[in-house]
């Protein structure tokens, strides 16, 4: 599986973005995806998740009730609306595919990575 993340840029606090991820692959509506993301010196944290069917979705506490993942299976695609960004939203965002079925908020579940995209969030 391949993944290609898009969809970042730079925009002002309370503003919104929607991260895109297309999948390569003829398994993609089997497998879980997620989103994580990483700060400048920080480590790499969990943000979303959601299961192979769309049915079992996770967030970390800081984005709940801003952020929304979904997929469309039919399109190979994940995605992260983002809304009321705040500065500390500002990172590298992953999307990640795991080989199984159930969402996880562990990076070690997850096998595929893209290559990141940036959000900035100005104050």
């Known amino acids: 599986v391949q993944l290609q993340a898009s969809g970042g840029g730079l925009v002002q606090a309370g503003g919104s973005l929607r991260l895109s991820c297309a999948a390569s692959?003829?398994?993609?509506?089997?497998?879980?995806m997620g989103w994580f993301r990483q700060a400048p010196g920080k480590e790499r944290e969990f943000v979303a998740t959601?299961?192979?069917?769309?049915?079992?979705?996770f967030y970390t506490n800081s984005v709940k009730g801003r952020f929304t993942i979904s997929r469309d299976n039919a399109k190979n695609t994940v995605f992260l609306q983002m809304n009321i960004l705040k500065p500390e939203d500002t990172a590298v965002y992953y999307c990640?595919?795991?080989?199984?079925?159930?969402?996880?908020?562990?990076?070690?579940?997850?096998?595929?990575w893209g290559q990141g995209t940036l959000v900035t969030v100005s104050s």
């Open positions: 959601i299961s192979a069917t769309g049915t079992v979705i």
């Open positions: 990640a595919a795991s080989r199984g079925a159930i969402a996880t908020m562990k990076d070690s579940g997850y096998d595929y």
């Open positions: 692959g003829r398994t993609f509506s089997t497998n879980a």
